[in-house]
Structures are given as structure tokens and as C-alpha cells.
């Protein structure tokens, strides 16, 4: 969805490299998401965030970091990088308020791979 | 806990036949239910969604899923297979929590080819 931006689309790091990706959106939306994706695992919460003083861990927290600068932005930081956190990553977001069903949309996502 | 099953990895479909898509799902709750589209080097494309209105959904492309609760599936069919429709296909079964967020919970994937 081009209302979600994503960058960078590509990165190629080294071990232990501090590594920062970048989401914003245009859609107004109050809640934002970042998922990684491995083959044959589908996606996984890594953070979430309701608004700019809200966030949460997912269910794959361990070995990131998150900072919600703005209502349009979340960004999503690996400390220390490692070779398994190689994969795709994707920002979405969501809006309670004027959708009910609360559904996400998705960014075109960031490939990262970590030497 | 919700879980979901894509019960088939790949398929494999010529152009302007049918195609079926099959999704499991559970939930101890009334679902939410999502089908999204990911072409190579994209982001996910929102096809369709149920929320407890009509059990027949109609998305995108001219892609519709049924929500059959009797047999706890929400398989994705379209009459006519084209070209473009080849990429991958997650179902995902929502579950909101008492905090009010909806956690989504993404199938393995189907990946749909289709061939001249």
C-alpha cells in the first residue's frame, strides 16, 4: 500500500552493525505494527503501538527496539545484529477508531540480511 | 489460542480455470478472518475480509471466501485464474484482547502458480 512507506527497501549489514528501519504513513493511522518474515513461517509481532506513548512488545521482542516518533512514524532498531535476524520485514498499520474491524495494512517491506 | 492452517503449500493452476485456496482455521471465539496477497518483491494486499456479517465475502480481482463455522474453514476461490494472480496467499485468523488489540495470527502461505 503506498500510504505505507517503508526504508530501506534493501540492507546488507555485518554482525554486530547497529541497524535502524524506517516506517511512515500517510493514512492518519493511530496504530502501527512491525512483523519480520522468515520462509514457511508466515509473519511474526515483533512490536506494536497504539499511539506515540503506547507500545508493546510482540511475541518476538527479544533483540530489538522501537521508537515511535510521531504519530506517522515508527521505527523499528537491531542493537546488534545477527545472521538470524536475516528476513523481511514489514510496518503496518491500523486505525480502531474509524474501522472496527481494526484491519491492517501493510508496507512493501524491508529485506535485510544480516552477514 | 488461534492457530491456522493453509492446507496446501503450492498450487498449481492453468490460466482460466478455477481456483481453490484452502484455509482451517481455530478460535475460541467468533473470528475475524483475512486473506492477504503478496506478489514478489511487494508488501501484503488486503484481498478480503470476514467480521461477522455475511458469510460469503467478496474481495478484490474477483477473489471470495466462505466462512463456514461448521467446518471451521474460509477457503479462497476465484472462477477464473489470470496470469497476474500467481504470488503468495496467507489467511490469518484474528484474536482481540481484552486490551482491545487484535492480534493476528498468519497461516504458512500458499503459493499460487499459474501457468499459460
Known amino acids: 500500500d503506498a500510504d505505507v512507506t517503508q526504508t530501506p527497501r534493501n540492507r546488507i549489514t555485518k554482525t554486530g552493525k547497529r541497524i535502524m528501519l524506517e516506517c511512515s504513513q500517510t493514512?492518519?493511522?493511530?496504530?502501527m505494527y512491525w512483523y519480520r518474515q522468515d520462509p514457511g513461517l508466515g509473519l511474526r509481532l515483533i512490536y506494536y503501538s497504539f499511539d506515540v506513548k503506547d507500545i508493546n512488545k510482540g511475541e518476538i521482542s527479544d533483540g530489538y527496539s522501537v521508537s515511535r516518533q510521531a504519530q506517522a512514524k515508527f521505527s523499528l532498531s537491531l542493537e546488534s545484529a545477527i545472521p538470524n535476524q536475516t528476513a523481511l520485514y514489514f510496518c503496518?498499520?491500523?486505525?480502531?477508531?474509524?474501522?472496527?474491524?481494526?484491519?491492517?495494512?501493510f508496507g512493501p517491506g524491508t529485506r535485510l540480511t544480516v552477514l | 489460542a488461534q492457530s491456522v492452517t493453509q492446507l496446501d503449500s503450492h498450487v498449481s493452476v492453468s490460466e482460466g480455470t478455477p481456483v481453490l485456496l484452502r484455509c482451517n482455521y481455530s478460535s475460541s471465539y467468533s473470528p475475524s478472518l483475512f486473506w492477504y496477497v503478496q506478489h514478489p518483491n511487494k508488501g501484503l494486499q488486503l484481498l478480503l475480509k470476514?467480521?461477522?456479517?455475511?458469510?460469503l465475502v467478496k474481495g478484490i480481482n474477483g477473489f471470495e471466501a466462505e466462512f463456514k463455522k461448521s467446518e471451521t474453514s474460509f477457503h479462497l476461490t476465484k472462477p477464473s485464474a489470470h496470469m497476474s494472480d500467481a504470488a503468495e496467499y496467507f489467511c490469518?485468523?484474528?484474536?482481540?484482547?481484552?486490551?482491545?488489540?487484535?492480534?493476528?495470527?498468519f497461516g504458512t502461505g500458499t503459493r499460487l502458480l499459474v501457468s499459460p
Open positions: 493514512k492518519g493511522h493511530d496504530r
Open positions: 470476514y467480521t461477522s456479517a455475511a458469510t
Open positions: 490469518v485468523v484474528s484474536e482481540r484482547r481484552n486490551t482491545g488489540f487484535q492480534k493476528l495470527v
Open positions: 503496518a498499520t491500523s486505525d480502531l477508531g474509524t474501522d472496527p474491524t481494526d484491519t491492517q495494512y
